[in-house]
């Protein structure tokens, strides 16, 4: 056989503060898999450029490829016969840096397999296969899904549910040259947590919810007992960062994921170019390279475009 298409799939910022694992936004960041199949026997040649593409794996180890694996076994179909497999991935996503760049490429390798064996998996189906390579679900869904998604998993199944809210605000998303481990950061929070912590939480929460969809974000919303306590310390700064923003006006300001890169959101587009500046200069100040970024939530989740 012989095909060409392209795979679109969205970063992410998981949790968006006091929403632990539940909740993410797609960010308009997209890394991009460009795969052509040629009849021939079976080879796989995978090449990536762009953010980090030196330490990315270019065979059989690359998660794109272990993502499309464990779809190719579920639904039992023999890649093997495809032929000669070529993978170009444009990578505009940091890696290690909370911004979802694993679920991209997981997502664009079960999607590829699911694709080329006949779509015989749905969505959401999909979505449970990359959150268990994740070890998470929030971040996948939003890059999936596009858009505010919150994820409820039940005993036997998992609910998405959209916030379909307009979310017209500006990301100002400063991304330090720190590589912060989500296995390590994942391991350093605590296993019980205060009643008080967790309604806390929760009024954050329902809080973020209402805000979203009314329109009527405050800074309060965002606040978190859950994990940003334990993360923040794998972000040199981070408290002084957020009383920098939130004090010239930020709408809320969180770490993305796990880190090491921060978010804060911005009213307008003049607001999210002074957070820019603000951010370069504090970083420069404590001598740590970063990259600040403007960019906004993306409605569009996983697109495929067949050449």
């Known amino acids: 056989m012989h095909s060409k298409f392209v795979i679109e799939v969205p970063a992410s910022s998981g949790n968006l503060g006091c929403g632990f694992d539940i909740l993410s ?181 329902a809080s973020l919810m209402y805000g979203i969809l009314e329109k009527g974000l405050e800074s309060f919303m965002f606040e978190d007992r859950i994990h940003t306590p334990y993360r923040k310390k794998f972000i040199k700064g981070f408290d002084e960062m957020k009383k920098m923003v939130e004090k010239a006006g930020a709408k809320g300001f969180f770490i993305s994921g796990s880190g090491s890169s921060v978010v804060a959101i911005a009213k307008n587009k003049k607001d999210a170019k002074t957070f820019k500046e603000m951010f370069e200069k504090f970083f420069k100040k404590l001598k740590i390279p970063c990259r600040v970024i403007i960019t906004k939530v993306r409605d569009k989740g996983v697109v495929i475009k067949h050449a």
């Open 25 to 205: 936004a797609a960010v308009d960041i997209v890394n991009t898999f460009e795969i052509e199949i040629k009849p021939g026997k079976f080879s796989l040649n995978i090449i990536p450029s762009g953010e980090n593409a030196d330490i990315v794996e270019r065979g059989k180890n690359n998660i794109f490829w272990k993502a499309a694996l464990v779809v190719f076994k579920k639904v039992k179909f023999d890649y093997r016969k495809l032929g000669r497999i070529n993978v170009k991935i444009n990578i505009k996503t940091p890696l290690m840096r909370g911004l979802g760049s694993s679920g991209t490429a997981h997502l664009a390798g079960a999607f590829f397999a699911n694709e080329v064996s006949g779509k015989k998996l749905s969505k959401l189906e999909i979505l449970k296969i990359c959150a268990h390579l994740e070890g998470h679900y929030d971040n996948v869904a939003s890059s999936l899904y596009g858009g505010i998604v919150l994820t409820v998993v039940l005993k036997d199944k998992v609910n998405v549910y959209p916030i379909r809210g307009k979310f017209n605000y500006p990301l100002t998303i400063a991304i330090p040259e720190i590589i912060v481990n989500t296995k390590s950061s994942r391991g350093s929070l605590p296993e019980v947590y205060s009643k008080r912590d967790v309604i806390f939480n929760l009024s954050r929460v």
